[in-house]
């Protein structure tokens, strides 16, 4: 809660706090089914429309209308964004705490198996696991969360590593505290301001990746919607319907930047001694 | 975007990047522009619209077609069938010559069908000539062909730039495929893959001069930027695959787009051997509540035909005269009632990731009117290797298609519908009657008997549909105004380059 | 120097890494070389005709054997034969890496001239309303996707004025850098946008730091002008994390921008790779990336080496 407060006096998290709200009310509309019209539904009669007082956001080829396709497609943008996150965090916090935790050779396994994986050039990695396994929704949650799961071994096995070397993880073993009970409650614990810090950053990450790899045809399928499948197929389209493309354009800034704002502040909040801008 | 802050947004980037980039080069030769690059130089082998593109304009085969699709002299000057059909007479053209300076002989022609012929070559169009007895050459200017049956087709087939007639020693030296020695219109002087190729013109080609010095092709792979690149002048002729950029081009006044009904069929692929496609019902349900014209008008935007089976103007039929071609819910609901499946079933439809750059909209379309019957369609894209090779291996329910034609039905078809098609396994379907017909139709030499048997074939395809097909598309070509004498042909070639001139 | 040889014993290891990954990955992908050169006329094949194209590409033998064979190579320095270019791997890649290096090196000149200043302008100004407009310019610029800017940018330039540079093609510098600066200004625009947000960023918060550590306000009370101030004393230790910052983003850059190469139709490493894959070009695959993996490690190195150099409280140790 206190967290929260802070969230809210600092002038960027206010901001970003409130976009990524507003986000995640949108996405909610939207899975719900409370969208203006039917996302999927052909209206043939009034294909490519431009914005008007019965399609806010116009309509795109098929006649469906595009703000009820936007709504659906924050959901799953969003959705590809959070678990990705979550999988490359859950990932990320086992492979580094344990590397840090047992040091010498499954430490050195696990950060050469992560400088193999970073040194990956991220998209084309990302582009090969979707050719191998077909384009979709949880392929690109796989892609994704792969591609971030070094980065977060990272995040957490370094400070994990000074932790470990604390006088109070000292103690707690002398007192005979087991090992899972100071892996979770002492590291993992002190390591939570600087994940939560890197996750919501992440985020902005994942939904640009996500519209990365659907602008290239590798991520969401139609007919289903998402930001970068959007506005991929308002590419050919954006001289005769250039509301096709500035809607999703300006959805996908603003998503992301809702988290990078929300990020900063996070960071000026629970991790004072670093401040960057 | 209001005119101001578009006026507001160009000026601040223009000065940013002190634009200056209009260039009007050496008037005699052609810029040019397309997506998709050559991916080899192999005149036999390579089959991907985008290579025969490219060696058609530096291969000639012995016939040709014109934009009407009849057959006029290329490397040969004239040819006759014998009375009983088995023998198939060229003369060559004396002046033809391929760009090393040697003569075109009847040896070259012998070494060049010969090593169609040979299965280790990997020739794409063997199939066709598998009537061939021998090949004789009684003189350097003759060339006889001695058929094990009478074959129409074959006359047809020849006029493929997959049967270009090679350099005998090039073949004897392997070199087929690296180096491109040809006797058309352009030699190419440079290639570099997915960048650009330049082509100067052939000064000694036996249907010159061409018009222009020589072609510099860039390969610019989003066709947004080829419909800008041509706006600026900086590209004088371009090949064009998406409707929806293509319909851009008469909006620009010093532009001009050339439209040709292609031979090449979108059509919805279902697979007979699997459940509920076996049942002829079924099949016919689908049909009948498919609406053509309405794929056609959302996912090309109305650009292109409704069309049954056959494509080729001189065979088509009537697309109204076949089975369900006008929308019918109503029928097609009481056909899947009579199968068993009022309450309709679900299937997966394939269809590859921007090839053609429809596919995409064409199975989303037909998703909402298949759900209408209570079919329920997953659309499954793929990324085009992969689609391949799931559609070679016949594993799909439905894939949405973009097949090429060929001028002759025989040739266009046997693949599917005879029962020893090549790909049979892709068709899923042997049908006594339509494999009857195509034999037929290969044996028969008078044209209008040809015509009545494919007009049947036709009928019989369309109402047993195993395939429902949509509509053909055009092929466009855009160009600057001061591009003279391009002839738009069916097939899509862009052999008539050889003739074109810059004003 | 023990710290480099030792970063640099790890290198074998990763890149080794990196080639069984990649030399699987793209054998897993389905269709292979034979259906994406033939398309869905590789049906009409017969084996035998399969067979030999399967030899002609390579693709005959056993995966381990084909990894063996590519292995050994490499010590003589044969990364393969492309069969799309019909010519050594090498050679592809280096004649695709100027343009990316180029690219590379264009937008981290934007983003650093634009950024530090910006950075050092904000941070004079801190808290103030020419402080707020810099941050929230920055902060959209890092939150731009750039194909969008570069979709934006077409659309405007083609659209609304009818110009745009030569694309598709690429002129070496040292053949003509007028045409060659014409063909890259607007592609390293659109990638150096972001990057420039983010040097803004940085630059501003390090220097922010370094106002407020006791030297500058030493040199401050000693009467020194503002200007050098800023200038001479703050600035070359706030550049620390912008060098760290530039570099990385640089050898992510080195691999090559997929999405803006595709934009602007450049033939540059990143299309160049993901063209091989969708042609099933197995050797090119295989090389690029290792190309790209080595180059990545090669600055991340560098970049440290500058970070102790630059900063000498920074020990390099275990990281």
Redesign the interface.
């Known amino acids: 809660m206190r967290v929260v407060k802070a969230i809210f006096s600092h002038p ?1 998290g206010r901001i970003g706090g409130a976009i990524v709200l507003l986000y995640l009310v949108v996405a909610l509309l939207g899975a719900v089914g409370l969208t203006p019209h039917d996302p ?1 539904m ?1 209206y ?1 009669i009034d ?1 490519l429309q431009a914005p008007s007082s019965s399609y806010l956001m116009g309509t795109d ?3 469906r209308d595009v703000m009820s396709r936007l709504m659906k497609g924050v959901g799953q943008s969003f959705t590809v964004a959070f678990f990705s996150v979550a999988f490359a965090t859950l990932a990320g916090t086992v492979l580094g705490l344990t590397a840090a935790w047992y040091g010498k050779r499954w430490d050195t396994v696990m950060m ?2 992560m ?2 994986l ?7 990695l990302a ?3 979707v ?2 396994v ?2 979709g929704t949880w392929t690109s949650v796989a892609a994704i969360s792969i591609v971030y799961t070094p980065i977060f071994t990272r995040v957490v096995r ?1 400070p994990a590593l000074s932790l470990k070397e604390r006088e109070f993880v000292d103690a707690a073993r002398t007192f005979g505290s087991s090992r899972s009970y100071i892996l979770t409650r002492h590291l993992l614990l002190n390591l939570v301001a600087p994940l939560t810090v890197q996750v919501t950053l992440a985020l ?1 990450w994942a939904l ?1 990746t996500e ?2 790899l659907s ?4 991520g969401t ?3 289903a919607s998402s930001l970068g499948l959007m ?1 991929s197929d308002a ?6 319907a ?1 509301w096709l ?2 809607f999703p ?1 300006v959805a ?3 998503s ?2 809702g988290f ?2 929300l990020g900063d502040a996070l960071r000026d909040i629970l991790d004072p001694k670093t ?3 | ?1 209001t005119s101001r802050f578009k006026y507001f947004l160009g000026l601040t980037t223009a000065a940013m990047i002190g634009l200056s980039a209009i260039s009007q080069a050496g008037a005699a030769t052609l810029r040019m522009a397309w997506a998709q690059d050559a991916t080899g130089l192999d005149p036999h082998k390579q089959t991907a619209f985008s290579s025969l593109r490219l060696l058609e304009l530096i291969y000639e085969p012995l016939v040709r077609l014109d934009a009407d699709l009849k057959i006029i002299p290329g490397v040969a000057t004239s040819w006759e069938f014998s009375d009983d059909g088995k023998q198939l007479t060229f003369k060559l053209d004396p002046k033809a010559k391929f760009q090393n300076g040697a003569a075109v002989t009847s040896a070259d022609v012998k070494a060049s069908f010969e090593r169609i012929l040979d299965e280790k070559t990997g020739a794409a169009n063997r199939a066709n000539y598998l009537s061939i007895e021998s090949i004789e050459a009684p003189d350097a200017g003759t060339v006889v062909f001695k058929l094990k049956q009478p074959d129409a087709p074959i006359l047809t087939a020849m006029t493929d730039t997959n049967s270009s007639i090679v350099p005998a020693t090039e073949i004897a030296a392997g070199t087929i495929g690296t180096k491109a020695i040809g006797s058309g219109p352009f030699k190419l002087e440079k290639w570099d893959p997915n960048s650009k190729e330049v082509l100067v013109a052939n000064k000694e080609w036996a249907g010159g001069p061409t018009g222009v010095d020589g072609i510099e092709i860039s390969v610019l792979p989003d ?2 930027a080829i419909l800008a690149a041509m706006r600026t002048g900086q590209v004088d002729f371009a090949l064009l695959n ?1 409707p ?2 293509a319909t ?1 081009v008469p909006n620009e006044p010093k532009l001009q787009l050339n439209r040709a009904p292609l031979l090449a069929y979108h059509v919805l692929q279902l697979n007979p051997a699997r459940k509920p496609m076996n049942e002829l019902a079924v099949r016919q349900a689908i049909s009948c509540a498919v609406d053509r014209q ?1 794929v056609l008008d ?1 996912a090309s935007l109305g650009e292109g035909r409704v069309t049954g089976p056959l494509t080729m103007p001189f065979f088509a039929s009537d697309p109204n005269s076949l089975f369900c071609y006008k929308q019918d819910v109503e029928k097609a609901k009481k056909l899947m009632a009579d199968a068993g499946f009022a309450d309709g079933f679900t299937a997966t439809v394939i269809a590859a ?2 090839e053609p ?1 429809t596919a ?2 064409e ?3 037909l ?2 009117q298949l759900a209408e019957i209570g079919v329920k369609l997953d ?5 085009l290797n ?1 689609y391949v090779d799931t559609w070679l291996k016949g594993d799909f329910d439905m894939a949405v298609a973009l097949n090429g034609g060929r001028p002759d039905p025989y040739t266009m078809y046997n693949r599917y519908w005879t029962k020893n098609g090549n790909l049979q396994k892709v068709s899923n379907f042997a049908d006594d009657s339509l494999d009857a017909l195509l034999l037929q139709g290969r044996a028969e030499t008078d044209p209008e008997k040809r015509k009545a048997i494919f007009a049947d074939f036709d009928k019989q395809l369309a109402e047993k549909a195993p395939w429902i097909w949509l509509y053909t598309g055009f092929g466009y070509t855009a160009q600057q105004k001061n591009v003279q004498g391009f002839v738009p042909m069916p097939t899509g070639s862009l052999v008539s380059l050889g003739k074109v001139t810059i004003q | 120097m023990n710290y480099v040889i030792r970063r640099l014993k ?1 290198f074998p ?3 080794i ?2 080639s069984v ?2 030399f699987v ?2 054998r ?3 269709g292979d070389s034979i259906t994406a050169m033939l398309g869905t006329e590789a049906g009409l094949l017969t084996p035998q005709q399969r067979d030999s194209l399967a030899i002609y590409f390579g693709i005959d033998q056993p995966w381990p054997i084909q990894y063996w064979r590519w292995f050994t190579g490499l010590f003589s320095g044969d990364l393969g034969i492309s069969v799309t270019y019909g010519k050594p791997v090498l050679t592809v890649i280096l004649e695709r890496f100027p343009l990316t290096l180029e690219l590379a090196l264009l937008s981290m000149l934007i983003a650093l001239s634009i950024g530090v200043p910006a ?1 050092v302008f904000a941070a004079t100004r801190n808290e103030r309303p020419a402080d707020l407009g810099v ?1 929230i310019a ?3 610029g ?4 750039s ?2 800017v570069g ?2 940018l077409i ?1 405007i330039l083609s ?1 609304g004025f009818g110009v745009l540079p030569t694309m598709g093609i690429f002129t070496p510098f040292w053949q003509d850098p007028l045409e060659n600066l014409s063909q890259m200004i607007l592609p390293a625009v659109t990638l150096g946008c972001a990057f420039a947000a983010s040097v ?3 630059s ?2 390090a220097m ?2 370094v106002l407020s550590d006791d030297y500058v306000r030493t040199a401050r009370s000693k009467g020194a002008s503002e200007r050098s101030v800023i200038w001479r004393h703050a600035l070359p230790n706030a550049l620390v994390p912008v060098v760290t910052l530039s570099g990385i983003e640089f050898g ?1 850059l080195l ?2 921008a ?2 803006v190469e ?1 934009i602007y139709a450049l033939p540059g490493l ?1 299309r160049m ?2 063209e091989a ?1 969708l042609q099933r070009d197995y050797a090119l695959v295989q090389g690029a ?1 290792l190309f ?2 080595l180059n ?2 090669i600055v991340n190195l560098l970049v440290d080496l500058a970070y102790a150099a630059l900063d000498p409280r920074i020990r390099l140790e275990g ?1």
């Not at chain 1, 590419?235 to 005769?240: D, G, K, P, S, V």
């Not at chain 2, 659309?379 to 990324?383: Q, T």
């Open positions: 960027s999927l052909q043939r294909r080829l098929f006649g050469r198996l400088d193999v970073l040194a990956f050039p991220a998209i084309l582009l090969l696991i050719t191998i077909g384009p370094g902005a640009l519209a990365g602008f290239l045809g590798l399928q139609p007919p506005l590419r050919n389209l954006m001289e005769q250039p493309l500035a354009a996908i800034m603003l992301i930047l990078n704002l401040r960057r801008a | 975007m066709e947004t998406d929806l950029i851009l309405a959302t990731t921007g750059p995409a909209a199975a989303q379309v998703q909402s659309i499954k894209m793929m990324e992969v | 790890a290891l990763v890149l890494g990196v990954v990649v990955a793209i897993l992908v389905p950075g941050r920055a902060m959209i890092q939150s731009t996707p194909f969008v979709l934006i659309y659209a803004t960023r940085v501003r918060s922010l730091d992510y691999g090559g997929v999405i595709q990143g790779v993901l894959i990336v790209i993996a990545f490690m990281r």
